[in-house]
């Protein structure tokens, strides 16, 4: 077993193979480090793919006549001239003030 320890090409071998895996700027633990941020922003990219998918079908649902309509009627109370607009608000759908 001592003659292994004594052979100056495995110990620089093994040293080498310690600085790269654990000191180096390029080490196994930063590349599993960056592996995991990779990981992260993939799943935010997919996230907001499926938002902005999400936005031009409003967009979409918009650009026509009858969605405009009916956004500025449901967001801005907006009415024709010749209409009356009732707001029913439920008690449970209220909130609740608390004076301190």
């Known amino acids: ?15 080498f193979a310690v600085w790269m895996l654990f000191f180096d700027a390029n080490s196994l633990l930063i590349h599993n ?15 907001y793919l499926k938002e902005i998918e999400k936005d031009n079908k409003e967009l979409n649902k918009l650009s026509t006549e009858e969605g405009l309509e009916k956004f500025a009627r449901e967001a801005y109370y907006m009415k024709r001239d010749n209409e009356e607009i009732y707001i029913i608000e439920y008690e449970d ?8």
């Open 33 to 47: 480090e960056l592996n995991n941020d990779i990981n992260d922003l993939e799943d935010e990219k997919k996230f």
């Open 1 to 15: 077993m001592l003659k292994y320890f004594k052979n100056i090409f495995l110990i620089i071998f093994a040293i």
């Open 93 to 100: 759908s209220l909130k609740n003030k608390k004076d301190d």
